[in-house]
Each structure stands twice: as structure tokens, then as C-alpha cells.
């Protein structure tokens, strides 16, 4: 497994490719400003996938360029993901692109396993930052948490959909019930260890 991490537009959204040897890949979180890597994102991988750990705008502009490949949102954010003021593109004066039945769809829920490409990705639904959020934890040892968990702190609530109580839920159900090697890839800023955030993230009430 290889593991990229791009930091795209103009919110500084952590997207990322993982890999086989065979150069297939699965996109996670495509967000703004891709124009400038797509060309060589599909020279290099024969992309098979795309996981959206929730539906604002830095996180999901960029499937416009891979609307023929499967796409995997979680249940309770599949609603979410059409509507302008909860996928905040109302914010930037835009119009999401796709209305329903345009793309390929799979919903997601709680626990499911999905095995891509060979990889075991386990569903973590996690509430807060949006009503459907969610994180992807691949062969039990990487997290990808979306705008669930970050280094030291945690994403915002009080945008359409978010629910303070559910992050608090959300956040204490990743640090008390994942392994403390597991390796955290958040939606912005730098990578971290569930060690690492359940001494030391100051969002986590104990």
C-alpha cells in the first residue's frame, strides 16, 4: 500500500491516494483545485474509486473528474450532498454540479467492510462535523478521518448538519476503540497516532 497525500485549494484540504503495485488507486476526499493534477493523477493510476468521508465543497469538487468511477458516501450524508447550503457551495456563490442519478452512488453504512483493490476498509460512521460524516480505516492500521479528527483538535460543528454531542460521541468512540498505533490521516493539516490525540487533543473530553 502507498499512501500520497496532496493539500488542494484554497481551504488546504488534505486528498489522498492510495495505491497498489499495479498503480490502482482509490481517491480519497477530492477536493477544489484539482484541474492542475488531474493530468497526471490518470496518466499514473488506473483510479478505481473514490471515498468521500463527507460532502463539503474542499472535500468533493473534484469528483467532477471522475463521475464514470464509483463513488462511496456515506448514507446519511447522501441527501446532504445535493443540498447547497449543507454542502456549502451557497458559501463560495456556487452550484453543486450533479443532481441525483447523475453519479454512481454507493451508500455506506456503519461497519460495513468494503475490500477495494485488495485493501480491508472498514466504515466508521462518525457524526459532528456533518449529520453523515465518516471515517475509512483501512487494513486496520490507517485512518482516514475525513473532518472528524485532526491533529490535537477537531472540525467544526456549527455548520449545516453538525451536532456538537455527535462529535463529542464520535471522537471518544475513535481514540477508546482503535488500536493506539493506528496512524491518523485527517482532512487538513498533519498527520497524527490515536495514541497521539487521546493524550493530547484538547477536543476530547474525558
Known amino acids: 500500500m502507498r499512501i500520497e497525500s496532496f493539500t488542494v485549494g484554497s481551504l488546504f484540504t488534505n486528498m489522498y491516494i492510495i495505491s497498489n503495485d499495479l498503480n490502482e488507486a482509490i481517491i480519497i476526499d477530492p477536493g477544489m483545485g484539482l484541474n492542475k493534477y488531474i ?3 490518470k496518466e499514473k493510476y488506473d483510479i478505481k474509486a473514490v471515498l468521500l ?14 463521475m464514470d468511477l464509483p463513488i462511496y458516501i456515506h448514507k446519511n450524508e447522501y441527501d446532504n450532498l445535493f443540498n447547497d447550503d449543507i454542502n456549502l457551495y451557497n458559501m463560495f456563490y456556487r452550484t453543486f454540479k450533479f443532481n441525483k442519478g447523475d ?6 453504512s456503519n461497519n460495513d467492510i468494503l475490500n477495494i483493490l485488495g485493501f480491508n476498509i472498514k466504515v466508521i460512521y462518525t457524526p459532528g462535523h456533518t449529520s453523515g460524516s465518516c471515517c475509512y480505516l483501512f487494513d486496520n492500521k490507517y485512518l482516514f478521518s475525513g473532518d472528524t479528527l485532526f491533529n490535537g483538535t477537531c472540525g467544526r460543528c456549527d455548520f449545516p448538519s453538525g451536532n456538537y454531542s455527535d462529535m463529542d460521541k464520535s471522537l471518544n468512540y475513535l481514540v477508546n476503540n482503535l488500536d ?3 496512524i491518523v490521516y485527517p482532512g487538513h493539516n498533519d498527520i497524527t497516532t490515536i495514541e497521539n490525540e487521546l493524550k493530547y487533543n484538547m477536543a476530547i473530553k474525558r
Open 180 to 182: 493506539l498505533s493506528v
Open 103 to 108: 453519479l454512481d452512488i454507493r451508500l455506506l
Open 53 to 66: 468521508t463527507h460532502c463539503h465543497i474542499d472535500h468533493i469538487d473534484g469528483i467532477e473528474y471522475f
Open 39 to 41: 493530468k497526471s493523477f
